[in-house]
Structures are given as structure tokens and as C-alpha cells.
């Protein structure tokens, strides 16, 4: 019996070619787009979950109280764990590290040579020992037991093999920055689990210093969001215990400097991936990617259901011929689902072929997203096998119900009606509008999301971005005039300036504390700082309300304010606060200009109070502005000067405008994947429309040749068919238009600038979806409108 019913089941496919390969091809579709977000849910949610002691381990942050609003970081202060360790010995381990972006190293070669490496996209760490205490690694050579001395350092196994080709790189030497000898003592694994901390090359926090050039910081008056503590709390001292005391360690060494620091909240490990204030990723984001999977699914599964309906007419007199010989109701219903089941086998095939091309797209398109390595992991095929059970129940349930309920001398009668089969146009109906719902939520997603990235690309952010150039420069007062002179030499170069980080936009921010002109207090709010050269502002167009320019200094002795600024300080007009005086660490800036407001950060944020000074010491990139042209060659002559002024660090140079786009690199993600997957939405419910209207032609065919013979023209034969599915696809709107409005106002509430959701959103949204659809219905309909009626006539 089984045999027969594969038999029979192939047999259909062959006969109803076009109906399968819309079944398969959507069903396909959606369990190949379910496995991706499956994939990227998973990489998230099982980040840094594989370390034995995740459940212990605790991250010490810090949290600003500001009169705007709280201000979270990750890091504490350099003294942080010294501290911690001293006031509660009881606390099973506390370990500090600092993180080293885009790690450049030198590695001593044959003769004296030297070849510099810089770690693109990748993290270092300075840290203690007891960090591999708490994190599992494994060693392929060596170990951390001698991170306790200066001057060492452990590397991932593919850092190794590209250094010293080979893994086993144990007691070899490089230098940190290309100038601070460190020993290698020891290899670890490359990362296979999913981890934020995935540092590939380790130097001994005992190495920091001497790395730096300069003396650390030793009190609670300076944080950096690259410092973080770790903690493993046990039975003895619990995360609870440490919410009760951290209002006494907090009130004895809170510094001036530190007066707003409220608390050192600490954060699970399991939590850090999805805590929002410090970067995270947002789970309310993961659950709308699942959701997204999950709408996909029913898609494909209502497509089924639609078509399978659609021809039951079609195999009515099959079921009549098997329940007169014998066939119950149940034998049936398992015959019409194995169909179901072999059609679901054939599109779980092509659906891993498109999961498999979708990963490698997946990497290039969304920046390395996420990674997949398991493919045989139980959870895996727990997920794919309860995906085709779901689907299977879904796609068949309903129709092995409607064909093994017919009624045997209705059905030889050739009597049942469209009507009698499942309900007729009324199911399909609210099928095809559930369909065309979620895809019209997708498409108003995708136009809103387009709109919001076309306006942060073309908004004026108040600076100039086009043919700027920057370079990180070492930390070296004596060099600056010399390169600076050289650099503008190059006929290319137009403008040169430096400044203390990137450009605006860059999220490089660093604030401070202060006190205004004759207050006795500080501020309670705190004001970002930028030390910069006095052409600076001419290299960024930035313009002057009151004022003049900063003269050439190398300390700090006068300021720029910004018009925030002005206003929080209580000023109406930017001449009020021109004389008044700025007190900062030991300086007193007089304010001499006040700048024109400018995006200092992402439109995600509000433009903060600013001030703008000279101070030589601080200045670490330099800032170009080149003729356009042969960017290559001024790329080349600047890489020239630089290595011969600066020999022992890494020449790269950056495009402003490049830094900008790189700087909603999450935004663009978040584009990629509502566009891909609005796109698969609407040609699933487009294909099951064309099965549909395939279905509505075989129908109407006689009914078409009729009304041919009585007058009726080729335009009132194509409403026939266009006047069904405009009403569905009219209410399907009505449905979508508060889902996406709702989703995508929260979403846009992350931006301080950001567009407005007019009508116009959804009347393109809305017109899109018109056009597929047409497009999708207008070739069958336009043929059937056009055959001739005799032939009509005779097809019944």
C-alpha cells in the first residue's frame, strides 16, 4: 500500500507540474529562510555560554548619573581590581583586562628585518593571568602561567602560524607597537564557540605600561570603556552581596573628578551579548527576526493549503472511485498526507541549498554577522526535524481533511462546488489577505528602513565629509611640525590639521567634567572635548556664529563652545558667553567662538554640549583634505612619508565619509535582512496568486468563453480576475498598515533625527505590492481574456 501511494503521489507531481513547483519552491523558500534566522538566533544566544563557569562569571560596569539621563559603560577604572580585591577579599576571583583595538605588532625577521602586522576587525587584551581561570581555552603549546611577569604574551594559533609560521611559537619574540619587546609563552585554540571577547593576541597586564610609554592611571577619577573588571562570585561572596556593599565602595573612593558615578553595577555573562546600554544586541530585535521566520513558514504552508484546495475539485472523482472500493476515511487522509510529507522532503532539499548559499551570502553581506560550524549538533536537527513536522501538519492537515471528507456519490456526480471544498473562496480568501498581510508588514519594513538609511547618508550633519582623509598618528610632539610640513608639500593636499580622534561621527567621544566662568561648583553635566589645531575647523567647513577661531597653540588656553553648550549654561545669545572661562583639569580656556551646531555622533544620538581647544600632547590623527582624483597615488606618497617619520607604527589611512557609512554598519544589517526578507515574502504569496489564478482559469474558462459570445470586452474579462484579488490585497493593507506602523515607530525611536512616517510610506508600500501582484496575475489572465471563445466553449 505504500508502495501506491508513493506511486500515486509521484504520479501527481508529474500531472500538476506547475502547482509542485510553486509548493516546492515555496515551501523551499521558507524553511531555507527559517534555518538562516535559526542560524543567526543561536550564534547569539549561545555567546560565551561554553565557558564551564558562565553561570559565576560577573562583569563590573560603570553608570553615570546625569541630569539628561543615565550613562552606562562597560569599563571601570584602571585601579578598579587592585581595589576590589584589596576591600573584599572574599570574593573567589577578580580579574582585570584592558582591550586593544586593531592590534599592530612588529615580528623580527632574517638580518635585522622587521615586518608590522595590524589586526584589522580583530581584538586584543592586555591581561591578568587569572583570566584563563575564569574562560576555558585551550593550549596547543605553553600556557598563562608566566602572564604574571611583564614583557609576555599568548597568541591564537592563526596569529602564530601567520608570525612565525608555525603553532608552536613558544619562547619566540615580537614587539607591541613595534617597540615593546614581548615574549610568546604560550598558543591557545582558535575560537571555535561564539564570544564578544575573542582576543587574539594576549600580553601580560603587567606589559600594559611599558607598552603605553606612560604612566597609568592610579585613582578612581578616570574611566575607559576599554578597561573591564571580571568577577567569579561564589557562595562565600554572591552578586547579591555585592549589590549590598557597593554603595559603601562607591562612597569611599568616589573622587571629584568621579562625583557623578552612581554605582559599579555587575552583569551576568549570559546578559553582557544583550545589555542595549553598553552596545548589545537587543533581544527584542532577535524575537522580530523569529517572528519573521516563523511568518515565512505560514506563507509557504498557506500556499499549500490554498492550492491543494483549489484542485481538490480536480482528484474529487479519485477519492469517489477509492471509497467504492473500499478505501476508508483514514486510509485517505494518510495517503493525501504522505503526498503532503514527500512534498515537504523534496523542499527541505532545496531549502538547504538555499540555506547553504544564503550562509556564504550571509558573510559578505551582513560584515560577518555570524558564523554556523554545527550542522550535526542535536539542537540542529531537533530544530529542522520539528520544523518539517510543523510544516507537514500545517501544509497538509486542513486539505487531507477537505479530499478524505468527500462524499463518494457527490463526487463521481462531478456535483461538488468549489463552495463544498473547503469553504470555497471564503478560506481562501482570508488566507490569501493573511498571506499578503505579512507580506505588505515586510514591504512597508522595507521602505521605512531604505528611507531612514537614504536620509542618514544624504542629511547635512553641519561638517564636511567629501575627499577628507585621516591617519593615526603616534602620540609625539616633537615629530608633528615635521610630517605636518611634509604631508603639505604633496601637491594633492590641500588642507592639513590634527586633532585627538577621528572625525566627527567617528564614535570616538570622550567627556569631562568642569566648572563655568565664576560658579563655585562644577557642572552637573558633563561636556564632550575635542583638542584640535587651529585649522581644523577650516579643513571641516564648520561654521562660526560669534567669535573668532582658535589661535595656534600647543596647550590649552582658549575654547570653542557649541550653541547646546551655550544654552546649557543659561546664555540666550552666543556673545554672553564669549570672555567667560572654562576650568578644566588644571586649565582655564577662555571662550573665544561659538560653533554652529554639528553631529558630533550618530543621528542616533542628540548633539551634546562641546568644547574645542588646543592641546599638542593630545593629538593623535591627522585630518587631509585632498584634491579628488588619484587617491591611490596621495595614498601611496603619504604611506612614504609616514613610514620614514614614523618607523615603528602601522601606516593605514581612512576616507571620513567611508568611517561614516562603516559607523551604521548595525542599520545596514538590519536593511539587508528586511529587504531580503520582504522580497522572499512577497514571491512566495506571488507564487501561490499565480497557482491561484491558474486554478481561477481552469474554472472560469466556459464561463470567460460566454461572456466573450454576449459582448463582453478583453478589459472587463481581466477585472473579473483583478476585481478578487485588489480587495484582498486592499484589506490585507488595512491589516498590515498598524502592525508595520507600530513596529517601525519603535525602531526609529533609537534615532534622534529621523524621518517621519508619512502616508506616502505606505502608499508606495501599498502600490509595490500592487504592481508584483498585477505583474504576477496579468500574464494567465490577459491569456485567458484573449483565447478564443469557440475553444473556451469546447474545453467543457
Not at 35 to 58: E, G, K, P, W
Not at 430 to 447: M, P, R, Y
Not at 616 to 635: D, K, W
Request: hydrophobic residues 45%.
Amino acid at each position: 500500500m505504500l508502495r501506491n501511494y508513493i506511486t500515486i503521489a509521484l504520479r501527481n507531481l508529474r500531472k500538476n507540474g506547475a502547482y509542485a513547483l510553486i509548493n516546492i519552491t515555496g515551501l523551499g523558500l521558507g524553511l531555507g529562510c527559517a534555518l538562516l534566522i535559526f542560524a543567526l538566533v543561536r550564534y547569539h544566544y549561545q555567546t560565551d555560554r561554553h565557558h564551564a563557569r558562565a553561570d559565576q562569571i560577573y562583569r563590573i560596569t560603570t553608570k553615570f548619573k546625569l541630569p539628561d539621563g543615565d550613562f552606562y559603560t562597560p569599563g571601570v577604572p584602571f585601579v578598579f581590581g587592585k581595589t576590589l580585591r584589596t576591600d573584599y577579599p572574599d570574593i573567589a576571583q577578580v580579574v582585570m583586562l584592558d582591550e586593544w583595538e586593531e592590534p599592530m605588532v612588529a615580528v623580527p625577521g632574517i638580518g635585522g628585518t622587521e615586518t608590522k602586522f595590524k589586526e584589522k576587525h580583530a581584538k586584543g587584551a592586555f591581561v591578568e593571568p587569572g583570566f584563563f581561570k575564569l574562560f576555558d581555552y585551550t593550549w596547543l603549546s605553553g600556557g598563562p602561567a608566566e602572564l604574571d611577569q611583564p614583557g609576555t604574551v599568548v597568541l591564537e594559533a592563526n596569529l602564530a602560524r601567520q608570525y612565525f609560521g608555525t603553532e608552536n611559537a613558544v619562547g619566540k619574540t615580537l614587539k607591541l607597537l613595534a617597540r615593546y619587546p614581548v615574549r610568546v609563552v604560550g598558543v591557545f585554540a582558535n575560537y571555535r564557540d561564539n564570544t564578544d571577547f575573542g582576543y587574539t593576541i594576549m600580553p601580560s597586564w603587567a606589559s600594559e605600561e611599558g607598552a603605553a610609554g606612560t604612566k597609568l592611571p592610579t585613582d578612581f577619577g578616570n574611566t575607559n570603556s576599554s578597561t573591564l573588571c571580571f568577577v567569579l562570585f561564589n557562595e562565600r561572596f554572591t552578586a547579591a552581596n555585592w549589590a549590598q556593599q557597593m554603595p559603601v565602595f562607591v562612597k569611599k573612593h568616589k573622587t571629584k573628578e568621579a562625583i557623578n558615578v552612581v554605582f559599579f553595577p555587575a552583569q551576568k555573562l549570559a546578559d553582557i551579548h544583550f545589555a542595549t546600554d553598553y552596545g548589545g544586541v537587543s533581544r527584542g530585535l532577535l524575537a522580530s527576526l523569529l517572528a519573521i521566520g516563523l511568518l515565512l513558514i505560514g506563507t509557504a504552508c498557506i500556499n499549500f493549503v490554498n492550492l491543494a484546495t483549489a484542485q481538490a475539485l480536480n482528484r474529487s472523482r479519485e477519492v469517489g472511485v477509492r471509497k467504492v472500493l473500499g478505501s476508508t476515511q483514514g486510509q485517505l487522509f494518510s495517503q493525501f498526507m504522505g503526498e503532503t510529507a514527500l512534498i515537504v522532503l523534496l523542499a527541505t532539499g532545496l531549502g538547504l541549498l538555499i540555506f547553504s548559499y544564503g550562509l556564504q551570502l550571509a558573510q559578505v553581506h551582513l560584515h560577518g554577522a555570524f558564523k554556523f560550524t554545527f550542522y550535526f549538533e542535536p539542537s540542529v536537527l531537533v530544530w529542522l526535524g520539528l520544523l518539517l513536522v510543523v510544516v507537514v501538519g500545517l501544509s497538509g492537515l486542513y486539505p487531507a481533511l477537505v479530499l478524505a471528507g468527500f462524499r463518494p456519490v457527490v463526487a463521481l456526480a462531478g456535483r461538488l462546488t468549489s463552495r463544498q471544498v473547503g469553504g470555497g473562496f471564503s478560506v481562501r480568501r482570508g488566507l490569501v489577505v493573511t498571506q499578503f498581510a505579512i507580506s505588505q508588514v515586510l514591504v512597508i519594513g522595507l521602505v521605512v528602513v531604505s528611507s531612514q538609511l537614504s536620509y542618514i547618508r544624504n542629511k547635512d550633519l553641519g561638517f564636511r565629509q567629501n575627499a577628507i582623509m585621516t591617519v593615526e598618528v603616534p602620540n609625539d610632539p616633537t615629530k608633528l611640525q615635521t610630517f605636518k610640513q611634509q604631508v603639505q608639500a604633496l601637491p594633492s593636499v590641500q588642507k592639513f590639521s590634527y586633532s585627538m580622534s577621528g572625525p566627527p561621527q567617528s564614535g570616538n567621544v570622550s567627556h569631562t567634567t568642569f566648572r563655568y566662568d565664576t560658579r563655585p561648583e562644577e557642572e552637573k553635566w558633563q561636556l564632550q572635548q575635542m583638542y584640535c589645531d587651529a585649522d581644523y575647523l577650516g579643513l571641516y567647513d564648520l561654521k562660526l556664529l560669534a567669535g573668532r577661531n582658535l589661535q595656534p597653540s600647543d596647550t590649552a588656553r582658549e575654547a570653542l563652545v557649541n550653541e547646546v553648550f551655550m544654552h546649557k549654561v543659561g546664555a540666550k545669545t552666543p556673545a554672553e558667553v564669549l570672555g567667560k572661562i572654562i576650568h578644566n583639569n588644571g586649565h582655564n580656556m577662555e571662550i573665544v567662538g561659538v560653533l554652529k551646531n554639528y553631529n558630533q555622533q550618530q543621528l542616533k544620538s542628540a548633539i551634546n554640549p562641546l568644547f574645542v581647544s588646543t592641546q599638542a600632547n593630545r593629538y593623535y590623527n591627522a585630518n587631509l583634505q585632498v584634491q579628488t582624483g588619484n587617491f591611490q597615488q596621495v595614498i601611496g606618497q603619504l604611506g612614504a612619508i609616514y613610514n620614514k617619520a614614523y618607523p615603528d607604527s602601522y601606516f593605514e589611512s581612512h576616507f571620513v565619509d567611508d568611517q561614516i557609512e562603516a559607523s551604521y554598519q548595525e542599520e545596514q544589517t538590519m536593511g539587508s535582512l528586511v529587504n531580503f526578507f520582504a522580497a522572499v515574502a512577497l514571491f512566495i504569496g506571488c507564487m501561490g496568486l499565480y497557482g491561484l489564478v491558474l486554478f481561477m482559469v481552469s474554472q472560469k474558462t466556459k464561463e470567460i468563453g460566454v461572456r466573450k459570445v454576449l459582448g463582453a470586452s478583453t478589459g472587463s474579462i481581466l477585472w473579473l480576475f483583478g476585481r478578487e484579488f485588489s480587495r484582498l490585497i486592499a484589506v490585507a493593507f488595512v491589516l498590515a498598515v498598524p502592525v508595520a506602523w507600530w513596529v517601525m515607530s519603535g525602531w526609529l525611536q533609537t534615532f534622534q533625527y529621523k524621518i517621519t512616517l508619512s502616508p506616502g510610506i505606505f502608499a508606495l508600500a501599498l502600490l509595490a505590492t500592487v504592481v508584483v501582484a498585477a505583474l504576477t496575475v496579468s500574464f494567465q489572465s490577459i491569456r485567458a481574456a484573449l483565447m478564443n471563445p469557440v475553444k473556451s466553449l469546447r474545453s467543457e
